[in-house]
Nanobody
Framework: VQLQASGGGLVQAGGSRSLSCAAS????????MGWYRQAPGKQRELVAR???????DYADSVKGRFTISVDNAKNTVYLQMNSLKPEDTAVYYC????????????????WGQGTLVTVSS
């Protein structure tokens, strides 16, 4: 299974940016997909997560500004980021909890390569 993230770049404070992450490979079911971020000198933190039942979870710092969505047909998760702030600057990683086949209920965590979002003040 591979996760390919895209959409990072430089954006001015107050602006918007959209990230996408497509999962490919041996996938029977995607139980959840999400976005994490890691700023320089800080630990990786959850930004937003969406489950197969469309339940969502957001970090308090992004509530009301970021929206996570998923296209199940494309195995792709999106993160729409609005009203960006300099403190949103980080490498954003997509994550997926995937059941690879129908023979087992085992679920595995996969990570994308990270995409850098830089918000200038």
């Amino acid at each position: 299974v591979q996760l390919q993230a895209s959409g990072g770049g430089l954006v001015q404070a107050g602006g918007s940016r959209s990230l996408s992450c497509a999962a490919s490979g041996s996938i029977f079911r995607i139980n959840a997909m999400g976005w994490y971020r890691q700023a320089p000198g800080k630990q990786r933190e959850l930004v937003a997560r969406i489950t197969s039942t469309s339940s969502t979870d957001y970090a308090d710092s992004v509530k009301g500004r970021f929206t996570i969505s998923v296209d199940n047909a494309k195995n792709t998760v999106y993160l729409q980021m609005n009203s960006l702030k300099p403190e949103d600057t980080a490498v954003y990683y997509c994550n997926a909890a995937i059941r690879p086949n129908s023979y087992s209920y085992a679920e595995y965590d996969y990570w994308g390569q990270g995409t850098l979002v830089t918000v200038s003040s």
